[in-house]
């Protein structure tokens, strides 16, 4: 069975730092992993899609790796503001198309 | 572009009665599903259509929950009759196969 593992849990920063959210899964045959941003009381926002072909996808200061093989990933978030202040979550897709999903990291970037 | 619409944005109702939830899907996505979310854990599947056919139901506790995807597009996600242990965000989303998902707002339930 597929499990997914977000360290850390919450993570607070002073703005302009460079951080890193890691996820890993148990099983590596997976097709794709996602990356989402979930606002308080709202949806998923996708950011990133890394396909299982690939090893980084990046978008802005965004830039998301995969390592199939060691079943891990990072967000990497350069450059930090408040406004990235939200719950991060990370989901791979297996070969039944399902999304499996962590838990979340929680980061808030103060001024 | 549309996004994946959901409403209502927010329900409460007293515990026993029924609710309904709908979704609009992305156009031509075939791939629609349905999450729930609890406060601070990650989304869990409920049930995944394929077109109009669902081809995984298995976490849909069917006893109380029932889904529906009229013609491959809209959907519907009924609960009957409501729980207090029922409350949460309701999540649909919508893909082109096992391409990027796209999620709407969320339903959030609260049964009291």
């Known amino acids: 069975k597929q499990e997914v593992t977000q360290i850390p849990a919450a993570l607070s920063v002073p703005e302009g730092e460079n951080l890193v959210l890691n996820c890993s899964f148990t099983d590596s045959a997976i097709y794709n992993l996602q990356w989402f941003r979930q606002d308080p009381g709202k949806g998923l926002t996708s950011l990133l899609l890394i396909q299982s072909s690939q090893r980084e996808q990046t978008s802005g200061r965004l830039n998301a790796s995969l390592d199939k093989s060691s079943g891990r990933s990072t967000l990497y978030i350069a450059a930090s503001q408040p406004g990235d202040s939200a719950t991060y979550l990370c989901a791979v897709i297996c070969n039944t198309d399902k999304l499996i999903f962590g838990t979340g990291t929680r980061l808030q970037v103060f001024p | 572009e549309a996004g994946v619409v959901q409403s209502p944005r927010y329900k409460i109702i007293e515990k026993k009665q029924p609710v309904a939830f709908w979704c609009n899907p992305i156009s031509g996505h075939n791939t629609l599903y349905w999450y729930l979310q609890n406060l601070g854990q990650g989304p869990e599947l409920l049930i995944r259509?394929?077109?109009?056919?669902?081809?995984?139901d298995s976490q849909l506790p069917k006893d109380r929950f029932s889904a529906e995807r009229l013609k491959g597009v809209d959907s519907t996600l009924k609960i009957q009759p409501a729980e207090l242990g029922d409350s949460a965000v309701y999540l649909c989303?919508?893909?082109?196969?096992?391409?990027?998902?796209?999620f709407g707002q969320g339903t959030r339930l609260t049964v009291v």
């Open positions: 989303a919508s893909s082109l196969g096992s391409r990027e998902a796209f």
């Open positions: 259509y394929e077109n109009e056919e669902a081809v995984d």
